[in-house]
Structures are given as structure tokens and as C-alpha cells.
């Protein structure tokens, strides 16, 4: 079935009309209408023995909590699989020395990966096309098998295909709960909902777990 293609136009269109709606039903509020609620973000350390001696960084960027429960259970499967990992948020910059491979995942934010981990692959360009690194992202939108949606993902991963052209890549789709979401987003997340695209969590732990265990011949 081919879906129809979102695009980061209906995005920023969406947007506009939610920064309307926020600026006149919030006033001097607006501030408070771009943040979400709170939500426990993980930087943790699993699997300490490292039998493979491998030491692995999954990092990565979220903005309603969905992401971070994703590299939690990426991380748990290779820890049981002996691998030593951290699992850290990128806002806070971690240091890739002293790893062995790195995991990144971001969720889409208006057609693009959140901006604090474009800003990490930049920065750590050389490094991570140096390691074996993986990539993967979180999105609800142009998720079909067909060739559409196909090139739909793959444009949200663009600028960061070209920082890393060889890195390995998997899609997940993700979580939207309008009660995880600040009122402005919210506003753009009602603004592009569609009868085929409502909201929910279409998180596959199968898929999450198969691709973990797929990854480690490239570690
Ligand atoms: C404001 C907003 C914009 C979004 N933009 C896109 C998008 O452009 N394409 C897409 O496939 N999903 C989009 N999503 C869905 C998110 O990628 C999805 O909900 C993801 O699981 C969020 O991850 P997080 O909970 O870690 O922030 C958007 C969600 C929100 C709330």
C-alpha cells in the first residue's frame, strides 16, 4: 500500500500553525508550552564483566522519553551478550575514548534527527567513522515498505548519511502519547495526524532485540 509522504514542509507548516495557536492561547506562557514533562533519562553502565572484551557507547537524543527506553533495551541485550556498555545520553557530550564500537540513536523531529545529535556526529565525525557505528532512529511517519516511505526515512538521515557514509542503519518505529508531549508540540503532532498515522506505540521490542543481536559481527 503506499502511504502518503510527510514531508519536513507539512512539518514546518504545522508548526507555524501551532506557534500561532501557542503565541495567542499562552501569552507570556509560552515558554512553559515547549516544555514536556519529565522523564527519566538513562546514563548507565551494563554487562561489566566484558567477556568480549568490547567496550560499547549507545548515546542518544530524545525529546519525549521513547528513544531512551530503546537504547535501554539495546544495551541490555548486548550486556547479556557480554559486551561491557554505556548507555548515555548525547546532551551530555560523552567522550568516545576507551570505546570499541558506538550505537546512536536519535528520534525525527520535523523530517530531521533531534539537533544535539547532528551536533554530536559532527563533532565526533572522524572518530565515529573510525569505529564500527550504528545508527538508529525513531520516527511514526512514512513507515510502508514501499518506495516512497523508503526515501522518505532515508531523507531523514540524509545530512547524517553524508557526516558517516558507511555507518549501519535500522528504522524503529516509535512512540507518540499526546500526554508525553509539551502543549506546542502537541499542537504540531494533532496538526499532521492522520486517520492512517494516529498516535500510539508501534515500538517492535522483536524487531529492537533481532537488530541488537544482528549488529554484533559488526562490532
Ligand atoms: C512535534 C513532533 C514532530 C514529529 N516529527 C516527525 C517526523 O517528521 N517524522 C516522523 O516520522 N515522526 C515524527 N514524529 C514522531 C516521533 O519521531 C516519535 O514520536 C518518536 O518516537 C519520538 O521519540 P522520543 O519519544 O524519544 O522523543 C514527531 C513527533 C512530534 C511530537
Known sequence: MTQRKFTRRDFLRAAGIALG???????????????????????????????????????YATRAGSTVEIAAIIGETLSKHG??????????NPSLDGYQAVLMGSAIRMGSWLPEAVDFVRKNQSALNQLPTSIFTLHMLNSG???????ARQAYIAPVRELLPSVNEVFFRGKLDYKTLSFFDRLIAKAVETPDNPPGDFRDWDKIRDWSQSIFPVL
Do not use: H, W
Open 21 to 59: 495557536a501557542s503565541a495567542l492561547t499562552c501569552g507570556g506562557l509560552g515558554y512553559l508550552a515547549t516544555l514536556p514533562p519529565e522523564f527519566e533519562m538513562i546514563d548507565t553502565t551494563l554487562g561489566e564483566q566484558n567477556i568480549m572484551d568490547k567496550k560499547i557507547l549507545i548515546t
Open 83 to 92: 559486551f561491557a556498555v554505556d548507555v548515555k545520553p548525547v546532551s551530555e
Open 145 to 151: 515498505d514501499d518506495e516512497t516511505s523508503r526515501a
